[in-house]
């Protein structure tokens, strides 16, 4: 356990717009992500809107995967795999909607078949797969940017009386605390307003609309900052086995399986020096 001073590293983003049906989420998206990569062939769209990302291919030649129901957590986990595997540097999830309804539908389903109709009980089964797929986008390698369908909130107020309380994105409640900026789009105006933002670059920001100049902005906050070294490194600048052999628990599970060679190898050189050998498990 080590205590240190606070120090903002380079990230790479999690972004979302929410936004009614036909506000302009996926068009904004694509502008933004243009922003952040430079490159249209750097960018990908997991489609789940019946191919409605390809109404965009005039602005460049980005790319897509469609998605067809169900639409479930791993269809989404196995298409963010695919586009890290083909070194795309924006994935645009368009829209993370289909995901949670995939799962609303799937854990009804559970209960009546396995929990007497228990859907608080089918959660225990149903929670971690959902929990899966946030943990992919949160842990990806690329800038991700979902978008989430909106709707009007209405309460019944005391008189009876339907009232409208707000839009509420379509997704698990709290969503939009897992990422780092979320953004509202106003379906008449197509002007973004947002609703959370860690970047503080939209702090007393006026409505305003989604372009290039968005994304190359974000880009810039997320590449100022301290570099992560790579888990090589880390394992490198190890001086002694006790040393190596924390660092190595520190990596993630990807990382692990990648200098697992390497692990061993420097600990090969370090044994004949570290007098603590016999106490370091391997």
């Known amino acids: 356990m080590e205590l240190k001073k606070a ?6 983003l999690r ?14 998206a694509l502008r933004m992500a243009k922003g952040l990569c430079g490159s249209w062939d750097k960018i990908a769209v997991i489609d789940t809107e019946n191919g409605s ?6 602005l460049g030649d980005f790319n897509t995967i469609d998605l067809t129901a169900p639409f479930t957590p791993e269809k989404y986990i196995q298409a963010i795999e695919t586009c890290e595997a083909a070194g795309m540097e924006v994935i645009i999830l368009d829209s993370t909607t289909h995901e ?3 799962v609303l539908e799937e854990n009804e389903l ?3 078949a396995k929990f007497r109709g228990n859907t ?3 959660w225990s089964v149903t929670t971690p797969r959902h929990d899966r797929f946030v943990n992919k986008v949160l842990q990806s390698k690329a800038h991700i940017i979902t978008c989430t369908r909106s709707k009007m909130e209405t309460v019944m107020g005391e008189d009876k009386k339907v009232k409208k309380v707000g839009m509420k994105d379509q997704q698990r409640e709290g969503w939009e605390y897992e990422l780092t900026v979320s953004l509202n789009i106003e379906r008449d105006t197509h002007m973004a307003i947002p609703s959370k933002d860690r970047t503080n670059l939209f702090e007393g920001k006026n409505p305003f609309l989604i372009t290039e100049a968005t994304g190359e902005s974000i880009k810039n906050w997320c ?8 888990g090589d490194i880390k394992l490198r600048e190890a001086t002694s086995l006790a040393e190596l052999a924390n660092t190595y628990k520190s990596l993630s ?8 060679t390497l692990k061993d190898e420097l600990k090969e050189k370090l044994s004949p020096t570290d007098p603590q050998l016999k106490s370091v498990a391997a």
């Open 7 to 12: 120090t903002r590293k380079q990230v790479k």
């Open 15 to 28: 972004l979302n717009i929410s936004a009614p049906s036909g506000a302009g989420k996926t068009y904004s």
């Open 53 to 58: 990302a390809s109404l965009y291919s005039h």
């Open 100 to 102: 949670w309804n995939c």
């Open 110 to 112: 559970l209960a009546q």
């Open 120 to 122: 608080w009980s089918a």
């Open 223 to 230: 590449e100022t900052g301290a570099v992560e070294k790579s």
């Open 253 to 260: 599970k990807e990382e692990q399986v990648s200098f697992k």
